[in-house]
């Protein structure tokens, strides 16, 4: 059985920083590509981030710069690290994957496996 656990969300005040990470089990880690997306009220979910099962990443514009995607195979876990916070990072954070993937995209419909997300609020 799939599963993936987000957890580190939490309060920050703008510019500062925050870890999120996604722990996972019941799939190949290390043949996946996986995924942060997050979603605001009232408003559609986007990608944030992707690393491809060879481990390219690739960013949101508007995160770039500021957002790391990593994982770590041995743990099967997933991390975002997240500094010079906004408060337009506030949303529910996913962690998403999906097997036998070579590149990722962006989009959700890319992805078949899926957490129940964490909160991540910035204050100004």
């Known amino acids: 059985q799939v599963q993936l656990v987000e957890s580190g969300g939490g309060s920050a005040q703008a510019g500062g920083s925050l870890r999120v990470s996604c722990a996972a089990s019941?799939?190949?880690?290390?043949?996946?590509?996986m995924a942060w997306f997050r979603q605001a009220p009232g408003k559609e979910r986007e990608g944030v981030a992707t690393?491809?099962?060879?481990?390219?990443?690739n960013y949101a514009g508007s995160v770039k710069g500021r957002f790391t995607i990593s994982r770590d195979k041995p743990e099967n876990t997933l991390y975002l690290e997240m500094s010079n916070l906004k408060p337009a990072d506030t949303g529910m954070y996913y962690c998403a994957a999906v097997g036998g993937c070579i590149v990722a995209t962006m989009r959700t419909s890319g992805f078949e496996w899926w957490g129940q997300g964490t909160q991540v609020t910035v204050s100004s």
């Open positions: 690393i491809d099962n060879d481990g390219t990443t």
């Open positions: 019941g799939f190949m880690f290390g043949s996946t590509c």
